[in-house]
């Protein structure tokens, strides 16, 4: 491996870069953004390429970087020339390159992810490995990708690790899309939270979701955890009627142990 200059016109995108959606980030950093920084700091971080077939390069990671110099009108860019790198080395770079960035579009990580997954025989434990990222967190990605086309274009990078662990429930949950696009649309005014709960709670029956949908908006779903216990109740979502049923567990539950008790404590332990 070395670094050097390498003229910008010797470069091409490899199919293997998973950025496809260059729009993605933009509320982050624009590629206006980029080139003003490097215009004024220099290119930080070289590019990563590998050598190409036809004598020129492929970029593997790098291509806001790369538009961004091209678009200061530079002629060469530092870079990281890598000749050792096969397919599956090159998706897996350019995914570890971004998959921690916000910028990068859920979409575009979920395919990455998915292109490893193909090219280590679905081991989604190597893929874990090669990439740093927790099984877990691969296969709610993953799940992505059974969403219908219509959901698909409306996840964006300013959706945070919850709203993907609620849209691979709703892709777990149901099989046919149009179920998917129904369940979608009628949570859409509820947190993260209730979301996962009323899907999970259908148990894949959509006939079900406008009953589940009303008991939300009734604060059936409101299960946050006490805040603290002092002569009351202090759970403020916890809807009153169930209040005195609350204090009673806790303090049926003192009344089991041998040990003193931190009642604040124990009511943060209640759910309902």
Request: aromatic share 4%.
């Amino acid at each position: 491996m070395e670094v050097r200059d390498i003229p910008i016109d010797e470069i091409t995108v490899s199919e293997f870069n998973t950025r496809k959606d260059l729009s993605a980030g933009i509320e982050d950093s624009s590629i206006d953004d980029v080139a003003a920084s490097i215009r004024e700091k220099g290119l930080l971080n070289p590019i990563i390429v590998r050598t190409g077939f036809s004598g020129k390069y492929e970029l593997i990671a790098g291509q806001r970087r790369l538009l961004a110099c091209k678009k200061l009108g530079m002629k060469s860019i530092a870079a990281l020339i890598r000749s050792d790198v096969d397919d599956a080395d090159a998706t897996a770079i350019s995914l570890i390159e971004n998959v921690h960035r916000a910028e990068m579009n859920p979409m575009d990580k979920a395919r990455a992810f998915a292109a490893l997954r193909d090219r280590y025989t679905g081991d989604t434990a190597r893929v874990s490995k090669e990439t740093g990222i927790g099984v877990a967190t691969i296969k709610k990605y993953l799940a992505l990708l059974s969403l219908p086309d219509a959901i698909q274009q409306r996840v964006s990078t300013s959706d945070g690790p919850a709203r993907i662990g609620t849209l691979s429930t709703l892709a777990r949950t149901f099989t046919d899309p149009k179920d998917m696009l129904e369940a979608y649309d009628k949570t859409a005014g509820f947190t993260q939270d209730i979301q996962t709960q009323i899907l999970k709670a259908t148990g894949g029956d959509i006939s079900r979701i406008d009953e589940l949908v009303e008991q939300a908006q009734e604060g059936a779903f409101d299960t946050r955890m006490c805040h603290g216990l002092a002569g009351k109740l202090m759970c403020e979502y916890i809807p009153e009627e169930l209040a005195g049923s609350v204090i009673h567990l806790v303090e049926e539950w003192k009344k089991q142990r041998a040990e003193p008790v931190n009642v604040k404590e124990a009511a943060k332990r209640v759910r309902l």
